[in-house]
């Protein structure tokens, strides 16, 4: 890791670095949500399965929000050479927990729900891996 004592790197590098892969980010999480919402119309309404896909997207948009508003607010300022601040840390780790949220949410639909892995009528349902049309009996 470089040494960052003068300052100089930590103010143009890694505030730079954070503000860009802020929108890097933001740019995956649009091009996630445009496929998400098509995924969205495949899952019967009313089911479990899709109200967890509306939580988890609601919780995406949000995040991806906060996310915008985070690379403003860096962007705004850049040149000044100073260090993040605060403010912006705290937006940060609270766009992080509510991802976390996100992403177990997004793994249940996945793995509990089957949502582009089993027919629909198993996602209504609930999704067991091994259950289906396909599915063979143990031997363990």
């Keep these: 890791m470089p ?18 892969l802020i929108a890097v980010g933001v740019i995956g999480a649009l091009s996630a949500a445009m496929v998400g919402f098509l995924d969205l119309f495949a899952i019967p309404a009313g089911t479990p399965a899709f109200r967890t896909a509306l939580v988890h997207m609601t919780l995406n948009l ?15 300022d850049y040149a000044d050479g100073g260090s ?10 609270l766009s992080v927990a509510v991802l976390g949220v996100s992403g177990f949410l997004g793994g249940k639909l996945a793995y509990r729900y089957g949502v582009r892995v089993a027919d629909e009528n198993t996602q209504a349902e609930g999704y067991t891996p091994g259950r289906g049309q396909n599915a063979t009996p143990s031997t363990v």
Excluded: C, D, M, P
């Design 62 to 76: 949000l995040v991806t929000a906060a996310y915008v508003v985070n690379f403003l607010w860096r962007h705004g």
């Design 3 to 20: 040494h960052t004592s003068s300052g100089a790197f930590a103010a143009s590098g890694w505030k730079g670095t954070s503000e860009w």
């Design 84 to 93: 993040v601040g605060i403010g912006r840390l705290v937006l940060s780790a």
